[in-house]
Antibody
Framework: QVQLVQSGAEVKKTGASVKVSCKAS????????MHWVRQAPGQRPEWMGW????????KYSQKFQGRVTITRDTSASTAYMELSSLRSEDTAIYFC??????????????WGQGTLVTVSS | DIQMTQSPSSLSASVGDRVTITCRAS??????LNWYQQKPGKAPKLLIY???SFQSGVPSRFSGSGSGTDFTLTISSLQPEDFATYYC?????????FGQGTKVEIK
């Protein structure tokens, strides 16, 4: 079955960077884009960006432009999200989510299990 | 950015109740609207896409409707496993945005 498995929880200092991985299985990795969404405690999910896993082209939310980098390793069927210049407000659970398209519309399905990133000084 | 607003933010209901959650977009998004269910400590799960289409495996007690700016998620007969937080999400334009969520709790 389609599965996305993410790397484990991280604790980082303010100003540091974090890189989260998302390993896909159960489907052809390069046939579906991968998105990253984060959710701060008690908050709504927030879309960060996505990568075309076939050609590597990325698009980021303006909010994170300049701080986020999404990459992929097709040989490992894995996508990565790196966030730099971390601040306390970046404490959140970070999810990868596969893009689906039906009726020409985007859905996020399935999602990875989430990776908790805690930022403290 | 398109703002998504859900109401209510929380509700208490009993097993067997009919529950309705509303989602409003700040501009017309046609039918570019998805609904997700999230349980504590878990990732969101897609329930409804394109405003009214069922994701495979989702029980028929869930239904979605609406277009333009106003949308509704209905649970026809609430079951114990339905107690969760529900989010709407627009897929009309980037950045893709979510509602603030509706927490469905046991009365």
């Amino acid at each position: 079955q389609v599965q996305l498995v993410q790397s484990g929880a991280e604790v980082k200092k303010t100003g540091a960077s974090v890189k989260v991985s998302c390993k896909a299985s159960g489907y052809t990795f390069t046939n579906y884009a991968m998105h990253w969404v984060r959710q701060a405690p008690g908050q709504r999910p927030e879309w960060m960006g996505w990568i075309n896993t076939g050609n590597g082209i990325t698009k980021y939310s303006q909010k994170f432009q300049g701080r986020v980098t999404i990459t992929r390793d097709t040989s490992a069927s894995t996508a990565y999200m790196e966030l730099s210049s971390l601040r306390s407000e970046d404490t959140a659970i970070y999810f990868c989510a596969r893009a689906g398209f039906r009726f020409g519309q985007l859905q996020f399905d399935p999602w990875g299990q989430g990776t908790l990133v805690t930022v403290s000084s | 950015d398109i703002q998504m607003t859900q109401s209510p933010s929380s509700l208490s209901a009993s097993v067997g109740d009919r529950v309705t959650i509303t989602c409003r977009a700040s501009q017309s998004i046609s039918s570019y609207l998805n609904w997700y269910q999230q349980k504590p400590g878990k990732a969101p799960k897609l329930l409804i896409y394109s405003a009214s289409s069922f994701q495979s495996g989702v029980p028929s007690r869930f239904s979605g409707s609406g277009s333009g700016t106003d949308f509704t998620l209905t649970i026809s007969s609430l079951q114990p496993e339905d107690f969760a937080t529900y989010y709407c999400q627009q897929s009309y334009s980037t950045p893709w945005t979510f509602g603030q969520g509706t927490k469905v709790e046991i009365k």
